[in-house]
């Protein structure tokens, strides 16, 4: 039996995976000054990164590849770079990121309990993020300013910055950083438990791989490693090399995870801004009038755009010998209405039978 040959499709995302996987190995030698700023003991985590950055990589081009995302894609961009629209809609892109993005204004208009944790995990798992991936790869990294052991220099890509002192509030701010993000992350999954367990709507269509297990990923890495804080503050060093591994454990088991799993929608949520875009353009341009009562029922361009994706999909939906040449471009009521018309007549045509 012969091997199946990659699709074209495929082939794309592969090759996206490897570029993406090559630039963060290429930036590492770079930020860490040729491996000299790097911590042999963190090549666990550097290899879990590099491999969720191919399959973050590969899902993300294989999702834009979808003839229906492919298609916002290519309208998104083209409304935000008309020149005639481009200040105002950079100015959007300001206000949207901060609303949507950062705020996450969506997700309070469905609840505070569901705005709460989202907005506290979103934000514990970035500021996590924005230090544990820069100290692993060796991007940044500490050393003595001065003679005396109380004063710090952080060093980016090998570059010397800031000095702070130990006790100072930068470096209150700075050393303790991965602790206010458990604080952060684990009063979020809290929450997002007890909605999951509580929620009658939430516990029909919620499944462990995709709800449950991204909790319990983020809850092991948040609590382990304050663990690891407590027990090298306050217990003298006690059982630190088995919470230790414990914690790399589940660090990279998350890291592992995080092209499969639900945690993957937050690469995908800055892309989908475009939609928002788009939407915009098509309020503001032509409308497509119904072909049957001359209603303005939706814009234009998404109406030619949602027929090209079906057809792109092979779904056929064109009326010879109707009102129009395409179902798309008949109004929601009236299909209702031509529906029921149908029944009508298809009742209104059949033979009794007397009893």
């Known amino acids: 039996m012969k091997p199946r040959a990659l699709s074209h499709e495929t082939l794309i995302a592969a090759l996206s995976g490897i570029a993406a996987t090559l630039l963060v190995g290429i930036a590492i030698l770079i930020g860490s000054r040729r491996l000299s700023h790097f911590d042999a003991a963190l090549v666990g985590y ?137 604080f952060l992350v684990i009063p979020g999954v809290m929450l997002a438990m007890r909605r999951r367990m509580r929620s009658r709507d939430t516990l029909v269509l919620q499944s462990f791989g995709e709800d449950f297990l991204p909790l319990l990923l983020l809850f092991a890495v948040s609590v382990t490693g304050l663990m690891l804080v407590v027990s090298y503050e306050w217990m003298r060093g006690y059982a630190y090399e088995f919470l230790a591994i414990t914690h790399a454990v589940t660090v990279i088991f998350t890291l592992l995870w995080l092209p499969f799993g639900k945690l993957f929608h937050i690469f995908q949520r800055p892309a989908q801004l475009g939609v928002l875009f788009y939407k915009d353009a ?74």
């Not at 191919?54 to 409304?79: C, E, H, N, S």
């Not at 090998?158 to 509030?169: H, Y």
Request: aromatic share 18%; proline share 6%; net charge positive.
């Open 282 to 355: 098509g309020a503001r341009g032509e409308q497509a009038l119904c072909a049957r009562c001359q209603t303005p029922y939706a814009s234009r361009m998404h109406i030619e755009d949602l027929i090209e994706v079906e057809r792109q999909l092979g779904y056929r939906y064109d009326v010879p010998h109707g009102p129009t040449d395409h179902y798309q471009r008949i109004c929601p009521r009236c299909r209702r209405l031509s529906l029921a018309l149908a029944q009508d007549h298809l009742w209104r045509a059949s033979p009794t039978t007397e009893p």
């Open 46 to 182: 550097t290899f879990a990164t590099l491999f969720a950055t191919f399959g973050i990589a590969y899902r993300f081009v294989m999702w834009l590849q979808r003839p229906p995302t492919a298609m916002y894609w290519k309208r998104g961009w083209q409304v935000f770079l008309r020149p005639q629209s481009l200040g105002r809609n950079f100015v959007l892109w300001v206000r949207r990121m901060v609303s949507v993005f950062f705020a996450n204004s969506f997700i309070w208009r469905r609840g505070w309990i569901r705005g709460a944790a989202h907005w506290l995990i979103m934000w514990g798992c970035i500021l996590a993020s924005a230090i544990t991936f820069p100290l692993v790869f060796g991007w940044i990294h500490f050393e003595f300013d001065g003679d005396g052991f109380d004063r710090y220099r952080a060093f980016f890509f090998g570059f010397p910055t800031v000095a702070f002192g130990i006790e100072s509030l930068l470096g209150f701010l700075i050393f303790p950083g991965l602790v206010w993000a458990s």
